[in-house]
């Protein structure tokens, strides 16, 4: 078993910034590949950013690509998401998830992920 805890998440005008954190704990070492899902309002869930926890390869969504970075503290098991300039459209629940199967952790079905948190609220306002 893997849990994982999400902080971080708030309110912010756009073009403002937040970190959100992912915290896990338990069986840490099947961790494959970590992700940050986001959920907006009316919409399916999307992934937006994964590592590959081995190599800390990281991926990200065209969306948030050169605005979100990714940051892995394995001593902490911690992943971060550094997001800046932040868009009304950012505006969801963030969740973080883990893949435990091997794989190309671009993949970003929901169904390939065991470990979920219980999510971060992002209210991004004009």
């Known amino acids: 078993q893997v849990q994982l805890v999400e902080s971080g998440g708030g309110s912010v005008q756009a073009g403002g910034s937040l970190r959100l954190s992912c915290t896990a704990s338990g069986d840490t070492y099947r961790t494959h590949c970590m992700t940050w899902f986001r959920q907006s309002p009316g919409s399916e869930r999307e992934g937006i950013a994964s590592v590959t926890y081995r190599s800390k390869q990281e991926y990200y969504t065209d969306s948030v690509k050169g605005r979100f970075t990714l940051s892995l503290d394995k001593n902490k098991n911690t992943l971060y998401l550094e997001m800046n300039s932040l868009h009304l459209e950012d505006t969801g629940m963030y969740y973080c998830?883990?893949?435990?199967?091997?794989?190309?952790?671009?993949?970003?079905?929901?169904?390939?992920?065991?470990?979920w948190g219980q999510g971060t609220q992002v209210t991004v306002s004009s």
């Open positions: 998830a883990v893949r435990t199967s091997l794989g190309d952790c671009t993949s970003f079905y929901t169904s390939l992920f065991r470990y």
